[in-house]
């Protein structure tokens, strides 16, 4: 476009295109369309809010069984160990009593 068809350009409002950070994008044909879409529809993709610092660090947090999950893998293991152990001490009893 050259510089001098500039002074021709007038701006249109509609079409335009509405972000959502969770719905994605949306044309809108006229005002009335876009005020059905309803709060939370962006400009552009730049203006969501941006997560808070507490909400990402919660994000972050583990449970504490996660935390301790091979100790009670361990567990458990010792524990088949041992009765595995007994049951085979049960029936070495039993063939030889």
Same mark, same amino acid.
């Given at each position: 476009? /050259? /510089?001098?068809?500039? !002074?021709? &350009?007038?701006?249109?409002? %509609?079409?335009?295109?509405?972000?959502?950070? =969770? +719905?994605?994008?949306?044309?809108?044909?006229? $005002?009335? =369309?876009?005020? *059905?879409?309803?709060?939370? #529809? &962006?400009?552009?993709?730049?203006?969501? /809010?941006?997560?808070? /610092?507490?909400?990402?660090?919660?994000?972050?947090?583990?449970?504490?069984? =996660?935390? #301790? =999950?091979? !100790?009670?893998? *361990?567990? $458990? +293991?010792? %524990?088949?160990?041992? @009765?595995?152990? $007994? $049951? @085979?001490?049960?029936?070495? #009893?039993? @063939? %030889?009593?």
């Amino acid at each position: 476009m /050259r /510089r001098d068809d500039l !002074s021709e &350009y007038v701006y249109q409002e %509609f079409p335009k295109v509405k972000y959502h950070p =969770e +719905k994605g994008t949306v044309t809108v044909q006229n $005002a009335e =369309e876009e005020k *059905a879409l309803g709060k939370g #529809w &962006y400009n552009n993709p730049g203006q969501f /809010r941006k997560p808070s /610092r507490v909400t990402t660090g919660l994000l972050n947090v583990k449970p504490w069984w =996660e935390k #301790w =999950e091979w !100790s009670f893998t *361990a567990l $458990a +293991k010792i %524990f088949g160990v041992i @009765v595995a152990g $007994a $049951a @085979v001490l049960a029936l070495v #009893w039993k @063939v %030889f009593r």
